[in-house]
């Protein structure tokens, strides 16, 4: 069973750049699609970005596509999110989450294991 710590959070001002980490412990790293989802306050977890396993095909929410960028380094065990010129309605609790496999799917019911968040804040 893996284990997922996010890390990374913050606040920053509308047009900067966070970049978050998801370190993952106890299990086979690469046998994992990972990605990254988000709730904000008063609304249901949506998903942000997603990574598969071995070749690394990426697939981003219509929202982020073209700030948030996703990639993994499997020799870390990590997976990470760059999000540039960020907005304030990307404030949001960021959760991290594992699949086993390579099928890529946005629904958060697809995940088996998730990190327990990190708060990005975004101010205007």
């Known amino acids: 069973q893996v284990q997922l710590g996010e890390s990374g959070g913050g606040s920053v001002q509308a047009g900067g750049s966070l970049r978050l980490s998801c370190a993952a412990s106890?299990?086979?790293?690469?046998?994992?699609?990972m990605a990254w989802f988000r709730q904000a306050p008063g609304k249901e977890r949506e998903f942000v970005a997603a990574?598969?396993?071995?070749?690394?095909?990426?697939y981003y929410a219509d929202s982020v596509k073209g700030r948030f960028t996703i990639s993994r380094d499997n020799a870390k065990n990590t997976v990470y999110v760059q999000m540039n010129s960020l907005k304030p309605e990307d404030t949001a609790v960021y959760y991290c989450?594992?699949?086993?496999?390579?099928?890529?799917?946005?629904?958060?019911?697809?995940?088996?294991?998730w990190g327990q968040g990190t708060q990005v804040t975004v101010s205007s």
């Open positions: 106890g299990g086979t790293f690469s046998v994992y699609t």
């Open positions: 990574i598969t396993r071995g070749f690394g095909s990426t």
């Open positions: 989450a594992a699949r086993i496999g390579s099928k890529l799917t946005t629904d958060n019911g697809g995940y088996h294991y």
